[in-house]
Every structure is written in C-alpha cells, then in structure tokens.
C-alpha cells in the first residue's frame, strides 16, 4: 500500500493541467483530495471524475490571491478530513511580455497568483502542520526558477521567489518535522501559454513548446516526494522533456 493512502492532499490549480494530473494521480493512491481553483465547472467535473474511479475529493471555489479564501479551503479540509497532509501549491500564471512593454496588470497578477498565493498557502497550512509535528507542502516553481528568458523577467522572478521561499521555508520548520519540495517542471502541455497576450509572442512560444511532455510526468514526481518515508524529504526536483535543452 502506498504511504498516500488516506493522506488529506489540498492541490491548488487543480482544474486543468498539473493541477489536475497531480489529482488524478493521488486519487488513485488513495489519498482525499481537496481541490482549489476559481473555474467550478472544471472542479466539478473533476470531482466526479475522482469519484466515479472509486476516489475521494472534495472542491472549494477558490481564488490564491485572496489570503481570507485560502484560509477558507484550509479550515474546509480540516473540518472534512480532520487533518492536512499535504498542500500543492500549483496555481500560477504566465503572461510572458518583455519588460519595456509595461504590462503592470500581467505583473501584478503574476505576483499576486505565483508569489502570494503559495505565501497564503502555506500560511493557512502551516499552524495545524507544526501542531501535529508532521506535513509537507510542496511548491511548483519551475525551470524559469532556474534560468531566464526573453520576456520571461517577471515570470522568472516570481517562480525564483518560490524557490528562495521554499528553501526559507525548510530551514525553519525542519525541527518541526516538516517537509518540503520544490518542483521545477520544464516545458509540459497545458494552458499555461493561454494567458500571453502578445499574438506574436505567444505563437513563437507555442511553436518551442510543442516538445512538451504530459502533465502526468510531474503528477508522478509530486507523488513520488509524498511517498517517501516521513523521515525523507525530497527537496527539490527539475522535470524536463529529455529532448529540452535549456
Ligand atoms: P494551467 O494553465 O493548465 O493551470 C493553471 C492552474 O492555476 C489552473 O487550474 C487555474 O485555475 C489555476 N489558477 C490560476 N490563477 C488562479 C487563481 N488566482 N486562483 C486559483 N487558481 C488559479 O497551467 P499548468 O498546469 O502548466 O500550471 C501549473 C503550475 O505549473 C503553474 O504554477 C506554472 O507556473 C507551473 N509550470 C508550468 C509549466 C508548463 O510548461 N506548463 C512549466 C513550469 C512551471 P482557474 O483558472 O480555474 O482558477
């Protein structure tokens, strides 16, 4: 039997792409899923979908950016399961522009989703995790965590802050038995370049992303960090399709 069996999983971002393939993954090892994003119809469908399989999930409407909403699917889990495992922090968008081009709304949706939502993540998580002396939160950053690229400044300086917050995040709450891990996925088929709104820009990125691997390539790395012992912490990961150069 897999360790997830029975572990209490919130996955925000959980209604398309990663997300989505991380729920599906867990769910069949067992665990009860709690799924967070602001599409319902998607949460749903999923839910069903979970459920229909023989899974459990359970969903909230939720919107990352909002730390009072985060709290709100935190308490959910805790009064439905009684306890929280794991926390992904998956939502993020990706509005690459170059920086003279002065999109401040793409900017600051960006800070708010990929930097404050997984701040206000692990803030609704973090007092029942250091309670019970046991947890994991598992952050997606990526290889623009890494590495930056043209018109990827922003992006890149979001997905950077995870891992220095994650890395942050370890060192303090080591002692209290919690684990964490980062995920850098490279280039993975999914909605992600539906939100870059130069016309030009976003077909040359499609162009380059067609070597994209499943989204079930960093469901099975997420789910193989939960599975290890609970003495074990997989700090970090890089993801790639094996044909990606940078
Ligand atoms: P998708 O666009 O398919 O999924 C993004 C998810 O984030 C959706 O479920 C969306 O749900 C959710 N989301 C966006 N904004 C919010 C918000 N304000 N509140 C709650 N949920 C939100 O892309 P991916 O699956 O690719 O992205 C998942 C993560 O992986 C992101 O952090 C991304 O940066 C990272 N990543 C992806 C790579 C790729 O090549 N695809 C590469 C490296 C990293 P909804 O709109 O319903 O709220």
Request: no cysteine; aromatic share 4%.
């Amino acid at each position: 039997m897999s360790n997830i069996q029975d572990m209490v999983v919130i996955i925000t971002g959980a209604s398309s792409g990663i997300g989505e393939a991380t729920a599906k993954e867990l769910a069949s090892k067992g665990a009860k899923l709690v799924l967070a994003a602001r599409r319902e119809d998607r949460l749903k469908k999923l839910q069903e979908e979970i459920q229909n399989n023989g899974g459990q999930a359970i969903y909230k409407v939720t919107d990352v950016a909002s730390h009072e909403q985060m709290e709100e699917v935190a308490e959910y889990a805790l009064k439905e399961f009684g306890k929280i495992d794991v926390m992904v922090n998956n939502a993020g968008v990706m509005p690459l522009s170059p920086v003279h081009q002065k999109k401040i709304n793409e900017w600051d949706m960006m800070i708010d989703v990929n930097i404050k939502g997984v701040l206000y993540g692990i803030a609704a998580v973090l007092p029942s995790m250091r309670e019970r002396k046991e947890g994991h939160i598992i952050n997606v950053s990526s290889i623009a965590g890494h590495l930056v690229f043209p018109a990827g400044s922003v992006y890149s300086g979001t997905k950077f802050a995870v891992r220095a917050i994650t890395e942050g995040l370890r060192i303090e709450e080591a002692s209290n038995n919690i684990r964490t891990t980062i995920i850098s996925p490279g280039t993975i088929t999914t909605e992600l370049l539906e939100a870059i709104s130069d016309p030009e820009l976003k077909s040359a990125i499609v162009e380059d992303s067609k070597i994209g691997i499943e989204p079930a390539s960093i469901a099975r790395a997420i789910a193989f960090a939960i599975e290890q012992p609970l003495d074990v912490a997989i700090n970090e990961m890089i993801v790639r399709p094996t044909i990606q150069e940078l």
